[in-house]
């Protein structure tokens, strides 16, 4: 495709465009999936096409299309400079300055093992109908369903500023969910998890041995009380860490957000500029880095859609918050570099700031040592909802799971736990952080940014982690 | 833009490389321009065209499914041959109620050619005017403008043949004054209903009001939610409750409840997918026509929404509402929901408020609890205290935290006007009035 790229940059210039990058991406997707209800589901899908985006006047443009003949080329090419001519009635004094970029060439793949298209459906329905009756075995389970997902995403990138790049990213990932029904109560219990690899990663994840204790926990949930409500320690497992990284780390410290870019739909951010360097985010136990490169992170890749070097940037360091999420237009503003992380879902979206694994790092704990550490609190596992205010301060998440924690052992099952706070106050809270044997990036494969709204892959390195003196209960 | 005879040649075209087995075939394609603006200009500004053609081909209860946003005839039969090797190891589904058969469907007009032909440079225009407003205030503009056109058609070997064609413009804007913000939007068919001044007035006049905010303790509070705000609450009752799949699972709070009082007198709720004050399409993903749905009347839990599966396995039609699929199942949801209209205005209610709680908006919402619909969500975008029948202060952003079916038993009034609204996820486009609902809980405060 690297003919049509440089033909329509080339027409895109013609016509006045100062800077233009073109991308051309083929996303093949398998989802399988296998439930008690019903014969087993297998799909698959492609979508192609290619996204121009211009600048001219110093105001963006972008248009986008599935047809590469020279016609639509030519239609891409012109709608996008019409739109950008459109733009710049709108624009901010001279108009986009973009960081500037040396030329480069370079090709990147995901390491992968065994090519999760290579794995034919199926094996896959197989392999999933073993996890499905490892849960149906479980007396009292109303419903189980289990999924394997397989994406490949074929992308090529060339912008004017001599960027050529090609890259492969392979994701793979599995899940099950149990559903158990009682009276007038429903409760599920679920696993899920996804990364940048093959077919390798579905067979490391167990899913057989997780569905047994996942049904066996659904069925104990509908006889488990209600999560109290009141303050207490709260003691997190990886996953429900990983997903406030995600909500109250990942999404604040977005450059695109701070500076108001997200205000009308996905808001804005707490962490504003003059933080940057002297805002205390967390207690000394917090350490978080932004890290692309990191092997089987699902938000890890070579390049971005800018054709910016995938990179690992401190952000918060000993509980300091040390800097954003930035881009090759926003960075300059803040006499910064761009830290590569502008990626665009599919052919047919401009690209925006988006996380990439963000990752806290692993403390000297076992998850062990911190329950035995813990006079009173509870466990919660699993996010089962979740809400922040437009800048991420306040916070309400639900879980699946918690069991009590009384003199530093787990006691009783609790069913509808959920804990709520301010950002800030609670990751101080935190002082205890498992270590890297209960360390993995949890793969979150719907993250929702932008208008149209795009959902993309990205990561969270996470273990289990203390916090103290938190609101907890539903209605809490 | 495909138009219908040339959307409906490429469908028989994949029923004819489709010989030998059933199969359901449905080609979902959007031309979309969107501009977006912060800080006073414009910072995105896009158009796209792209579709997706969905295959289902069936033999006996088996199915196999696989799409692709290429029509050429290349990609057509890769399409076809794919859901075939799908098919071939999926297995039978006992449950599988066939592809249905052709109904009626009703004509709805859903087609502005305005809306259709709405270029960059108008889009431009209008979202100057809110800037322009914002400027000379020395405030901050940040919004959204999108048009375009949407279809949707579906052909399948038992006769099924339908086709839509749809426009919608979205306006909105969030006028900035320093943590104080002011909301405005408009969603129609026809862009010339959108007028970009009043957007901006309306912004401003929220962003503006009582610049200092206060602090509020949470609690519960008699509370006036604006179309806005109400579109969220009302959109978990559509996304968890009102769906025969939920009644069937035992997930809705409805499921064995039916014909139960199960909220206030004052609650009626149905989906009305042919009801042109909502975006009305006429048909779903399966071909099936659009029927109105009551969910609750005058309180009482009346019914669900249904797909081709679920509808079997209840013993009754399908109400066209089978929604995206989801795995290679599709869901049964509400598409259109109506909300009762009272006899109350806004201003009736604000008079009628001792002490309460005038809401424009609500912010990421969510549900921890199902079963109950328990939701959360913070407010942003104009939260008011009101003392005395006055609105008397700006609120710092609340969080609550309360069931829905518990607060549809406490609405207090009803306007006797409704709006068109989407929700904050953009999952449903409603037609709500403004409601008053008492002693409703907020469990949580923000710092602006």
Known sequence: MLTELNRILGLAQKLGAEYADARYVSITQEPVSVSTDGAPQISVSKSTGLGLRVLVDGAWGFAATPYLDPRSLEKTADEAVKIAYASALCK????????????????????????????????????????????????????????????????????????????TIVHSGGSVSVMARGEGDVQSRSFADYAGGGFEFVESLDLKAKAEALADEAVKLLKAPVCPTGITDVVMGGSMVA?????????????????????????????????????????????????????????????????????????VREGIFTDYLTSRELAPLFDQESNGTMRAVGWENIPLVRMTNINLEPGDWTVDEIIKDTKEGIFVDTPKSWSLDDKRLNFHFGQEIAYEIKDGSLGRMLKNPAHTGMTPDFWNSCDAVAGKDEWRIWGTPGCAKGEPVQVIHVGHGATPARFRKVKVGVEA | MIGKDDALKVLEKVLSFSKGFEASVTLT???????????NHIHQNLRRHNQTLTVRLVRGKSTGIASTNLLDDGSLRWAVQAARENMEVSGEEKDFPGLPKPEPIQEVNCYVPATANLKPKDRAEACAVVIDAAKSRGLQASGTYSSGVTELAVASSTGVRAYNAGTEAFFRTIIQDGDNTGYADRLTRDVREIDAGAVAEEALTKATLFPEAIDLPPGRYDTIFEEYALADLIRFLGMIAFGADAKQQGRSFMAARLGEKVMGDNVTIWDDGLDPASLAVPFDLEGMPKQKVVF?????????????????????????????????????????????????????????????????????????????????????????????????????????????????????????????????????????????????????????
């Open chain 2, 29 to 39: 394609a959007s031309d979309l321009s969107l501009t977006r603006y912060y800080d």
């Open chain 1, 243 to 315: 997903l406030q990284i995600h909500e109250s780390c990942g999404h604040p410290i977005e450059l695109d957000r701070v500076v108001g870019q997200e205000a009308t739909f996905a808001g804005t951010s707490f962490l504003t500029p003059e933080k940057k360097g002297s805002f205390r985010y967390g207690s000394q136990s917090v350490n978080i880095v932004a890290d692309a490169t990191a092997p089987g992170g699902l938000g890890s890749f070579g390049y971005d859609d800018e054709g910016v070097e995938a990179q690992c940037v401190d952000i």
């Open chain 1, 92 to 167: 901010k004094g001279d108009g986009v300055f973009l960081e500037p970029l040396e030329p480069k060439r370079a090709r990147w793949q995901t390491p992968c093992k065994v090519d999760p298209f290579s794995v034919k459906p199926e094996e896959k329905v197989e392999f999933l109908t073993d996890v499905v009756e490892s849960a149906k075995k479980v007396p009292g389970v109303f419903r189980a369903t289990a999924s394997i997902m397989s994406y490949r995403e074929e992308k090529e990138f060339m912008s004017t500023d001599g960027r050529q790049i090609e890259q």
């Open chain 2, 296 to 448: 609750i009347e005058n309180g009482v839990a009346k019914g669900f929404v249904y797909d081709s599966k679920t509808a079997k396995k209840d013993g009754v039609k399908s109400t066209g509402h089978a929604s995206a699929m989801r795995g290679g199942r599709s869901v049964p949801r509400p598409s259109n929901m109506f909300l009762k209209v009272g006899d109350s205005t806004r201003d009736e209610m604000l008079r009628s408020t001792k002490r309460g709680l005038l809401v424009t908006r609500f912010h990421y919402t969510h549900c921890p609890e199902p079963m109950n619909v328990v939701a959360t969500g913070t407010t942003r975008d104009g939260t008011f205290l009101i003392e005395d029948g006055r609105i008397v202060a700006r609120v710092k952003n609340l969080r609550f935290t309360e069931s829905m079916v518990e607060a549809f038993s406490r609405v207090e009034a009803i306007a006797k006007t409704a709006r068109i609204t989407r929700d904050w996820w953009s999952t449903f486009n409603s037609v709500l009035p403004c409601v008053k609902i008492r002693d409703f809980s907020f469990t949580g405060s923000t710092m602006f």
